[in-house]
């Protein structure tokens, strides 16, 4: 784990809201002087793009589920490569727009491939690079449905087509892995205002940052 710099990741399932609040933070947190930058996944860097254009393509109805599970775990290892370690080691705050955690929700559990079986093909790939805050935004399915088909219909992907028992599942799984990481992954009411989620995640941000300084 870095000395300097944090690695923080967001999690929740379809139309919770995270890039929103990301990027609602990402001024909030740089008025406080705190270098960072903020990534995606899959995706974050060219060549992570490009398998993310394979991974999202609504035409690859065929994907195997491992297949799929690999690429994402392809598309995290050049994205931490190739952009998150670097920023790291600089000292830099990075938020990530999902992270490891997504591919033990969708491919591990919802897809049935088994948690266990997609974190070990995903130590591979991360290398003991784990998130020092992750923060999943809570949010029911149905509702997170409801507000793609109001907003977002012109960017639907392969995986927004899944039926809502797929994004039932999606949830159950961060159910799961909030009782597996405690310490880690902290729940934010999605159902509030971006503003009241942003205050929050601040906080607990920066209240993290002065520990880790202490140490
Ligand atoms: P994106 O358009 O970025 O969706 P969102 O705004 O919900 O993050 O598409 C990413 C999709 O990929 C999303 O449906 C979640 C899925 N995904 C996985 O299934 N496994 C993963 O490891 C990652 C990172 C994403």
């Not at 740089?30 to 035409?59: C, F, M, Y």
């Not at 297949?67 to 920023?87: N, W």
Request: hydrophobic share 35%; charged share 30%.
């Amino acid at each position: 784990m870095p000395n300097k710099g944090m690695f923080i990741t967001f999690e929740g399932g379809e139309g919770c809201g995270k890039t929103t609040v990301i990027k609602a933070l990402k001024e909030k947190i740089k008025k406080e002087g705190i270098p960072l930058h903020v990534t995606r996944e899959p995706g974050g860097s060219a060549i992570a793009e490009q398998i993310r254009n394979i991974i999202l393509d609504r035409s690859n109805t065929l994907m195997d589920p491992r297949t799929e599970a690999l690429l994402y775990a392809a598309s995290r290892r050049q994205h931490l490569a190739e952009i998150v370690l670097p920023l790291l080691k600089e000292g830099k705050f990075v938020l990530s727009d999902r992270y490891l955690d997504s591919s033990l929700a969708y491919q591990g559990y919802a897809r049935g491939i088994g948690i266990d079986a997609v974190y070990s093909i995903n130590e591979f790939a991360i290398d003991d690079t784990m998130p020092d805050l992750t923060f999943f935004l809570d949010l029911k399915p149905e509702e997170g449905l409801r507000r793609i088909a109001e907003h977002r219909s012109d960017e639907v992907n392969r995986l927004d087509l899944e039926k809502l028992s797929f994004h039932e599942k999606v949830y159950e799984a961060y159910q799961i892995l909030l009782k597996k990481y405690p310490e880690r992954i902290v729940r934010i009411d999605a159902s509030q205002t971006v503003e009241e989620e942003v205050q929050q995640i601040k906080k607990i941000i920066l209240d993290k940052y002065a520990e880790k300084q202490k140490n």
